[in-house]
């Protein structure tokens, strides 16, 4: 098995810094060097205002062997997604893939997924209403239409929190909406370098979601170039086992099957 796409990486990392062919050629170099041959960015809704389409095309055509896909990930922050959805909206004949994430939980200041702090949001809490609940807000972005796959669809687990009531029992509605809306999920290598140490989704999940026809891409969430393809040798092993030999990439939200 060969896995050739990254689905989801961040240019500009935690701040805006303007799209330029010195930002961005760094990542397709990586993604050469391992033989990937399709990659999305997938900065921030908001650190919006750094993406520039005109330089992703300047990219491209230097780059003819990679696909480049214009992407954006979208999160249910309280505050900045409202301007994050307007540009998305303003800018989706221009985007390439939308990922579709839940950063945040009840408190509107803090993303739960920041390591070590968002770990307080779970400290004396039940554990299974805090999985409903985050479970309940992914069906909300998978509800808007603006995303067209789901990014670490389990990330509630990132510290290491686990469920009493069976998972499947928790994400079951989640996993039908995802099947018809036609959206994809995300195989994340980037719960391998969290707290959890596992998967996104878990074992669990990935049978759930083959079940129900689910399609997947694969990621890393890349922060840094050099963690495109981060583990994706694992990953290929873990796929086989599971029989997975197709990845979906998108042009202009268009969804296609690759064989691995
Ligand atoms: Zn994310
Ligand atoms: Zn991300």
């Known amino acids: 098995m060969k896995l050739f796409s990254d689905y989801h990486s961040h240019p500009q990392g935690h701040r805006i810094q303007p799209y330029s062919q010195n930002l961005l050629q760094p990542w397709v170099d990586h993604a050469r060097k391992n033989g990937l041959t399709d990659i ?155 707290p959890v140490n596992e998967l996104y989704p878990s074992d669990e999940i990935i049978h759930l979601a083959i079940a129900k026809g689910l399609r997947f891409t694969t990621a890393s969430d890349a922060h840094s170039h050099l963690q495109l393809g981060e583990n994706y040798d694992r990953l290929a092993e873990k796929m086989t086992r599971f029989g997975i030999r197709q990845v979906c990439v998108f042009e202009k939200h268009e969804a296609q099957l690759g064989a691995v």
């Open 40 to 194: 999305a960015f997938t900065d921030h809704d908001r650190y919006h205002e750094g993406i520039d389409f005109d330089e992703i095309e300047k990219l491209r055509r230097a780059n003819p062997d990679i696909k480049i896909r214009a992407g954006i990930e979208l999160d249910n922050d309280p505050v900045r997604s409202i301007a994050g959805r307007r540009w998305v909206e303003k800018n989706w004949d221009r985007l390439d893939f939308v990922l579709g994430s839940v950063h945040f939980l009840e408190r509107p200041d803090q993303m739960f997924d920041s390591v070590p702090a968002g770990a307080e949001q779970f400290a004396g809490r039940n554990i299974d209403e805090i999985y409903s609940d985050y479970f309940h807000r992914v069906r909300e972005v998978a509800a808007t239409g603006l995303v067209d796959c789901l990014s670490h669809l389990d990330l509630v687990k990132i510290h290491g929190h686990r469920p009493k009531t069976k998972i499947e029992t928790l994400i079951g509605g989640t996993l039908d909406l995802i099947a018809e809306r036609g959206l994809c999920v995300e195989l994340s290598t980037a719960g391998w370098r969290k």
